[in-house]
C-alpha cells in the first residue's frame, strides 16, 4: 500500500466527515480507529440535526445554518458515492410552546428567521395538530414549526461514510498509531480532549454522558419533536429515538440508569401516539465538550502537521460537513477558514496562549 498522505485518527462523524471530503479532492487517506466505526457519541441513536435558535446571530450559528443547509447534499453525495444510505431527511422539527409569552417570543423568532435563514428555511408559529406527525400536548395551543431541521441515522451515517471513502480509494483500518510522515488529523473525540489537555498542559474540555432510546414507533415521515429538553427522533427503518441525558457527573460511562426511564417516561406522556411503544434498546455513551462548547479545529500547538477536529457537543452531526470542509481547506491548501471561536486557540486559558 502506497504511505497515506493525510491519517485521520478517529472513525466518529467528524473524522469520517474529513476523510470523505479529503478522498473527494483526490487526496489519500487512511483512517485509524482504535475500536470500530463510531465507537463513541457517533455510535448512539438520536441523530438531530437542529438549528439554534434565529435569534442573537453570531459566527457560531451563521456556520451551523450553512452546514444544515448544505448538508442534503453532501449526505446525498456520500450516499451515491458509496451505495449506502445514511438515513438523512430533512422533515423539520415541532416545538409545543408552553404559554402567551413563549408564542410572542416564537412570533418574534418568526420574523428574525425571515432574513437569518435568507429564505432558505421557515420558522413559523402555528396550531397544534396543523402539522401532521405525532400527537403532543401543547400547553398554549400553539407549536413553532421549523423547516431546517434534519434527521440522520447515526449509525447507518458512519457505514454509509466508510463506504464511500473506501469507494474514492481510502482505508478504514484498525490502530492508534499513524502511518509515519502522514499529516494527521486527530478526531478522538472525548478521550482526544483529554490527551489534548496533558499535552499542552491545560484542561481542554471534558466529556458528558448521554443517555438515550430507541422504540418501535413507525412516524418515519413525520417532523421530530423537541419539547421539555427531550428530543423524539423518527428514523426511516420505523423506529423512533429519544434522547437525551446531559451529565457531568457519573460513574459509567456506558451503562444505563433510572435517568433514561424517567426520559422514556416523559416521552410517552408528551405524545399518546408513544404510550405503548416498545423500547428496542437503551444506549450511554460519552459526547465530547470543548471548554467553549464549540467545536474545536485547527493545528496541534507545537506539533507541525497535526491538526485537531473535536468537540461539537450536541451540534456535531449538524455541523460536521461544514466542519469537514474547513479541515479540507486547511489541510490541503493551507486555507484557514476556521470561524471565529472554533480555533483550538480560543479554547485555550489566556496564560496559555
Request: glycine residues 12%.
Amino acid at each position: 500500500m502506497a504511505m497515506a498522505e493525510i491519517a485521520v485518527m478517529g472513525a466518529g462523524v467528524f473524522g469520517l466527515c474529513a476523510a470523505f471530503a479529503l478522498a473527494r479532492r483526490g487526496a489519500r487517506v487512511v483512517v485509524c480507529e482504535r475500536d470500530h466505526i463510531g465507537a463513541g457519541a457517533s455510535g448512539g441513536l438520536v441523530g438531530a440535526l437542529a438549528p439554534h435558535v434565529p435569534e442573537q446571530w453570531n459566527a457560531k450559528k451563521a456556520f451551523q445554518f450553512d452546514s444544515l443547509i448544505m448538508a442534503a447534499g453532501f449526505w446525498a453525495d456520500v450516499a451515491r458515492t458509496g451505495g449506502q444510505d445514511p438515513g438523512y431527511a430533512r422533515l423539520g422539527r415541532v416545538q409545543p410552546l408552553a404559554n402567551d409569552a413563549a408564542v410572542a417570543l416564537a412570533r418574534a423568532r418568526s420574523e428574525s428567521a425571515k432574513t437569518l435563514w435568507q429564505g432558505l428555511a421557515d420558522w413559523r408559529v402555528c396550531l397544534a395538530g396543523e402539522v401532521p406527525g405525532l400527537r403532543l400536548h401543547s400547553p398554549s395551543g400553539m407549536v413553532v414549526h421549523d423547516t431546517l431541521t434534519a434527521r440522520l441515522s447515526p449509525r447507518r451515517a458512519g457505514a454509509a461514510l466508510a463506504a464511500a471513502i473506501t469507494a474514492l480509494g481510502g482505508e478504514i483500518r484498525r490502530g492508534t498509531t499513524p502511518p509515519p510522515g502522514a499529516r494527521v488529523i486527530w478526531a478522538t473525540g472525548a478521550a482526544g480532549l483529554a490527551e489534548l489537555g496533558l499535552a499542552l498542559g491545560v484542561p481542554m474540555g471534558g466529556a458528558v454522558k448521554g443517555q438515550a432510546a430507541l422504540m418501535r414507533a413507525d412516524w418515519r415521515n413525520a417532523p421530530q419533536v423537541f419539547a421539555e429538553g427531550v428530543h423524539l427522533v423518527p428514523h426511516a427503518d420505523g423506529t423512533l429515538a429519544i434522547g437525551s441525558t446531559s451529565e457531568r457527573v457519573f460513574t459509567a460511562p456506558d451503562t444505563t440508569d433510572e435517568q433514561l426511564e424517567a426520559l422514556i417516561a416523559r416521552a410517552r406522556a408528551l405524545s399518546p401516539d408513544l404510550a405503548d411503544a416498545p423500547v428496542l434498546e437503551r444506549w450511554a455513551g460519552l459526547r465530547p465538550r470543548s471548554p467553549s462548547r464549540a467545536p474545536m479545529l485547527g493545528e496541534w500547538p507545537g506539533r507541525a502537521g497535526q491538526y485537531v477536529m473535536n468537540g461539537g457537543f450536541k451540534i456535531g452531526f449538524g455541523m460536521a460537513p461544514g466542519l469537514a470542509e474547513v479541515m479540507a481547506d486547511l489541510v490541503l491548501e493551507g486555507r484557514d477558514a476556521i470561524p471565529q471561536g472554533f480555533r483550538v486557540s480560543d479554547n485555550l486559558p489566556d496564560t496559555a496562549r
